[in-house]
């Protein structure tokens, strides 16, 4: 079964043109944006994930 998921996982090569694409989609001053956002959003997913909440630490703190 793990082989025919991997069979459908783009191979280096096809990284590249990926790439390629995104840069000409998006440009060059837009992927850092759009990288910073998706970091956010994983980010804020592993937290809610663990049940760590910037508020719940804050009420902690100041009851």
């Known amino acids: ?6 069979a459908f996982l ?9 790439a390629l ?5 998006f440009g060059g001053k837009k992927i850092p944006e759009l990288m910073h956002g998706v970091g956010k959003g994983i980010r804020s997913f592993k937290e809610g994930m663990n049940g760590t909440d910037e508020k719940k630490e804050d009420d902690k703190l100041n009851p």
């Open 1 to 6: 079964m793990l082989n025919t998921v991997l």
């Open 10 to 18: 783009p191979a280096g090569g096809e990284w590249i043109v990926i």
């Open 21 to 25: 694409v995104a840069l000409l989609i």
